[in-house]
């Protein structure tokens, strides 16, 4: 798995991009200006940005964007990155503080012990 790592005002374009597959630059500039208020040359600068870390790739006529690494990477890479800072890598302690301060509803505790289960099952 790729380590790109997107700061905020780069993952509002990626959000762009993968609810719409793929988008031209004028139109996600346009969108992000009138839900952010970025001017046009922020957005280029914040799509290029994004194509040079790979997350994006550029397609011609029309600079055309579509995205090269899925949401769900991106989610991977910065939970493991925030558990490392935060929880020095550390996935137990990251559930048990976690968790241990959550007002679980039945259901949810159902569902985290399936989970559970099937990872303990994979280790027999």
């Known amino acids: 798995m790729s380590t790109i790592r997107l700061h905020e005002g780069e993952l509002n374009v990626m959000e762009l991009l993968w609810s719409n597959h793929s988008l031209p630059a004028k139109d996600i500039a ?49 939970t493991d990155a925030l558990i490392e800072k935060v929880f020095g890598g550390s996935l137990e302690s990251f559930f048990l503080d976690y968790l241990v301060n959550q007002n679980l509803t039945a259901e949810e505790t159902r569902i985290l012990r399936r989970i559970l289960d099937t990872q303990y099952k994979k280790l027999l």
């Open 30 to 78: 346009k969108i992000i200006k009138d839900y952010i208020g970025w001017e046009k040359n922020t957005t280029y600068t914040v799509i290029k940005r994004l194509i040079d870390k790979g997350a994006v790739k550029r397609e011609d006529p029309g600079f055309i964007c579509k995205a090269s690494i899925s949401k769900k990477e991106v989610q991977q890479i910065e």
